[in-house]
């Protein structure tokens, strides 16, 4: 009989799988489905993510999986941001080592093989305003938000009271230059998507300073 690791491999899994792929490959029972499981997490073959997530391990991942791709399947609707998304796009000089993402659900917490994920709950009129796919490598991607949306997506988590670029810059230490390329459509299309008043209050503020 097949191992778990050799199932997945033949159909070309790269890295991350469910339990209800296994299902798919296995068939038989509930109990001979999750003995695969067992055996091949004793050996070392397969990783825990999450209930129901896996991962192959090291030699035998065809293609070595980026934490911020893991972050998508982690958990979702999802997307990167915050101070991920910040540092990700040089709007902030410190290294993160906890994956931040925003989630359209409640908010949770993943310590995993591969990292630490959190995922904060930000909500919005359209969850995805301003938020695109970025390649990494040949067959992964994840979704990330744009610096202006990752810092309005803090200005919410943190419950910071902005009214201008100022804390921005004194707190995270965002350059003024990176703030001033911000145009101000994108400023107005993100103050009318969120509903909390301190968010659109540092967006207002914002766009004032860049006007001066």
């Known amino acids: 009989m097949k191992t778990l690791t050799e199932m997945a491999l033949d159909r070309g899994v790269s890295g991350i799988f469910t339990r209800a792929e ?3 490959w296995a068939g038989g029972s509930a109990a001979r489905q999750f003995n695969l499981i067992k055996r091949a997490l004793a050996s070392g073959e397969v990783l825990h993510l999450r209930r129901g997530l896996y991962e192959l391990a090291g030699p035998y991942g065809r293609e070595k ?3 911020l791709v893991v972050a998508q399947r982690l958990y ?3 997307y990167v941001s915050l101070e991920t998304a910040l540092s ?3 709007w902030i000089p410190e290294g993160v080592y906890t994956i931040t993402s925003v989630s359209l659900d409640r908010s949770r917490e ?3 093989p591969l990292g630490h994920f959190s995922y904060t709950r930000v909500p919005q009129k359209v969850f995805f305003t301003q938020v695109e796919p970025r390649a990494m490598g040949s067959r992964q ?3 990330l938000a744009s610096p202006l949306k990752a810092l309005a997506d803090y200005v919410y988590a943190h419950k910071e009271d ?4 100022r804390p921005a810059v004194e707190s995270l230490r965002v350059e003024e230059s990176q703030l001033a390329s911000v145009d101000d459509e994108a400023i107005a299309e993100l103050a009318a998507n969120y509903a909390v008043s301190r ?3 540092f967006l207002e503020g914002l766009r004032k300073d860049l006007k001066r």
């Open 65 to 67: 999986i980026d934490p």
């Open 88 to 90: 990700y796009h040089g």
């Open 76 to 78: 979702g609707p999802s």
């Open 110 to 112: 993943f310590s995993t």
């Open 22 to 24: 296994v299902a798919c």
């Open 141 to 143: 991607s994840f979704l």
């Open 162 to 165: 902005w009214d201008s670029a």
């Open 199 to 201: 968010v659109r209050h």
